[in-house]
Nanobody, 128 residues
Framework: QVQLVESGGGLVQAGGSLRPSCAAS????????MGWFRQAPGKERELVAV????????YYADSVKGRFTISRDNAKSTVYLQMNSLKPEDTAAYYC?????????????????????WGQGTQVTVSS
């Protein structure tokens, strides 16, 4: 069993920054890829970023590339999402998720069914 708890969301003005984090407990955190997803009201949940088990490989949605950075600290069982240059369209509930394997490809990274544990979400609101 894995528990994922997000924190660090909040309200920020456009152009600002936030750094949500996701703390994991339970089974070995360091052996799985981890992802951040988001879901805005009335929209489907979408992948934001994913990171491999070593942290050596990352993948970003085009909408956040160059602005967001995913990272992990396996010693602390925590994954982070540094969000810079935030835009109102980034407003959403952000969820971290554990992928069912250590690796990912560009084809399978967005597939929600391949993530077997999810956090409860943290709200990010960007005002214009």
């Amino acid at each position: 069993q894995v528990q994922l708890v997000e924190s660090g969301g909040g309200l920020v003005q456009a152009g600002g920054s936030l750094r949500p984090s996701c703390a994991a407990s339970g089974r070995t955190f360091s052996t799985y890829a981890m992802g951040w997803f988001r879901q805005a009201p009335g929209k489907e949940r979408e992948l934001v970023a994913v990171i491999s088990w070593t942290g050596g490989n990352t993948y970003y949605a085009d909408s956040v590339k160059g602005r967001f950075t995913i990272s992990r600290d396996n010693a602390k069982s925590t994954v982070y999402l540094q969000m810079n240059s935030l835009k109102p369209e980034d407003t959403a509930a952000y969820y971290c998720a554990k992928k069912s394997s250590p690796y990912f490809s560009e084809n399978d990274a967005p597939r929600i069914s391949l993530y077997d544990y999810w956090g409860q979400g943290t709200q990010v609101t960007v005002s214009s």
